[in-house]
């Protein structure tokens, strides 16, 4: 069963730091760029970073300096490094691999940044 698991979210004030963490399953991880995407209230889910199974990475214009993504393939686990967070961070946090298609989103990691 494809399953992806998010963790490491919560309330954080701006200037704070937070690593997310992603849990992959049921997939052949190493053969995909895993991405991390955020979902603002009432926006459309946005890629902000990926990483290739080589470790190539990209950032999204926003988050570039700030955010970090890395992954570990024997784990099959992601994460997202973030520092610097400002209150335009808040959102939903997936993990997904950028290639795969179908539905097999998981919940999700809120983020808030909020003094």
């Known amino acids: 069963q494809v399953q992806f698991v998010e963790s490491g979210g919560g309330l954080v004030q701006p200037g704070g730091s937070l690593r997310l963490s992603c849990a992959a399953s049921?997939?052949?991880?190493?053969?995909?760029?895993m991405g991390w995407y955020r979902q603002a209230p009432g926006k459309q889910r946005e890629l902000v970073a990926r990483?290739?199974?080589?470790?190539?990475?990209f950032y999204a214009d926003s988050v570039k300096g700030r955010f970090t993504i890395s992954r570990d393939n024997a784990k099959k686990a992601a994460y997202l490094r973030m520092n610097n967070l400002k209150p335009e961070d808040t959102g939903v946090y997936y993990c997904y691999p950028v290639e795969l298609g179908g539905n097999y989103w998981g919940q999700g990691t809120q983020v808030t940044v909020s003094s």
């Open positions: 049921g997939v052949i991880f190493n053969i995909y760029s």
């Open positions: 990483v290739t199974s080589g470790g190539s990475t």
